[in-house]
């Protein structure tokens, strides 16, 4: 008698459990598959949601290449300056130790003591001359001719741009410092990546002038019949300087860009403008527009000699004039050429 149990081999048996095993596999496989499908088109169906980022335009990637030079190379200058202080500190500092080795101690005490009053004296005279250039910085504040540096044009320059403004304002400063007949400067309209720059200047915060992080028609909104603004597209020639007017200088880094601004400005807002009389003394090879700390020397060598061509001859450089031989030998004998070399040296001293 055959029994169900003897019909089904353990063979088959085996193989069905194999079978239904297998099937579980495979199922739960194409659930896990699955699911992992569903993740992967949620990530991408999220993904479509966001923005692909912005390729830079060639114009964008050269400004951002010019800048990671500029960045490097001031780097590199600073390293190289630091290194050469360092060669001269202790090249000094042998030479002294060895002319002190060759002396006697009754030698060595003298040549010591003549040191300490030399440096003495140095300190002395230094202190003087801080002392009397603030005096003459805070008579300015008072009485001095009022002279405005507009600086609301910070977004229009690059980080390198707004970097060599900066250093004119340093300039300025210095220059104004050193002059026999200071004016009483303005700083307006500084905000942003230009106040911070300016903010990293040691002793910013101690310069005797005034400073309005406000636009100057606002800070001088009480006197607006005084407000000239010095622009090259003006066709009124600044003759004169007046001591109620208020000179404005625009603090704007390649003006090629953007042509014509200042004076736009001026006209929207309703005040005066004057340009400073430069064809009419010297030939200009290239643009009239000058840097910010060279219109400030001008206007303050006129303000100490009351003399407009020897003011242009003094400050503009010998590079950008078109003159005769004579007018060069003439400049020449007074005596009055400055390298831009030399007048930076100058401005970072004091």
């Known amino acids: 008698m055959f029994t169900l149990s003897s019909l089904i081999t353990p063979g088959l048996i085996h193989r069905q459990i194999h079978q239904v095993t297998t099937a579980k596999m495979d199922a739960t496989a194409t659930t896990t598959t699955g699911d992992e499908n569903h993740v992967a088109n949620q990530s991408n ?11 830079l335009s060639k114009n964008a990637q050269k400004k951002l290449l010019k800048q990671q030079r500029f960045e490097a190379k001031k780097a590199e200058k600073k390293a190289a300056v630091k290194a050469e202080k360092k060669r001269q500190g202790e090249r000094k500092r042998r030479e002294w130790e060895e002319k002190l080795s060759s002396l006697s101690e009754e030698e060595k005490l003298k040549m010591i ?20 250039k603030a005096l003459r910085l805070s008579e ?22 707004i970097h060599s403004l900066v250093n004119q304002i340093m300039y300025c400063y210095a220059v104004n410092g050193r002059s026999a007949v200071p004016c009483h400067l303005w700083l307006t309209g500084y905000e942003g990546e230009i106040e911070s720059q300016l903010q990293k200047m040691p002793g910013f915060d101690k310069w005797i002038i005034d400073k309005d992080s406000g636009p100057y028609i606002n800070t001088f909104e009480t006197q607006k019949e005084h407000l000239v603004y010095l622009t090259a597209d003006s066709e009124t020639m600044l003759s004169e300087l007046d001591p109620k007017k208020i000179y404005i200088i625009g603090g704007l880094v390649d003006r090629n860009r953007w042509k014509g601004i200042t004076m736009k400005k001026a006209v929207e807002q309703g005040i005066q403008t004057a340009k400073l009389p430069i064809g009419n003394y010297l030939k200009i090879s290239s643009s009239q527009v ?4 060279q219109v400030i020397e001008i206007l303050l060598k006129f303000l100490e000699t009351k003399d407009r061509k020897a ?33 930076k040296r100058q401005c970072i001293g004091t």
């Open 290 to 293: 000058l840097t910010v700390n």
């Open 113 to 132: 003591e003549t040191r300490k009053g030399m440096r003495k004296e140095r300190m002395d005279q230094r202190t003087e001359e801080r002392e009397s």
């Open 45 to 55: 169906e999220t993904g479509d949601h966001l923005s692909p980022p912005h390729p």
């Open 140 to 161: 300015a504040k008072k009485h001095g001719q009022k002279i405005v540096l507009d600086l609301q044009f910070s977004d229009l320059m690059a980080t390198n741009e």
């Open 311 to 343: 003011s242009f001859f003094h400050v503009i450089p010998q590079r950008k004039r078109c003159e005769t031989e004579e007018q060069v030998s003439e400049e020449e004998g007074q005596g009055d050429e400055k390298s831009d070399q030399e007048m």
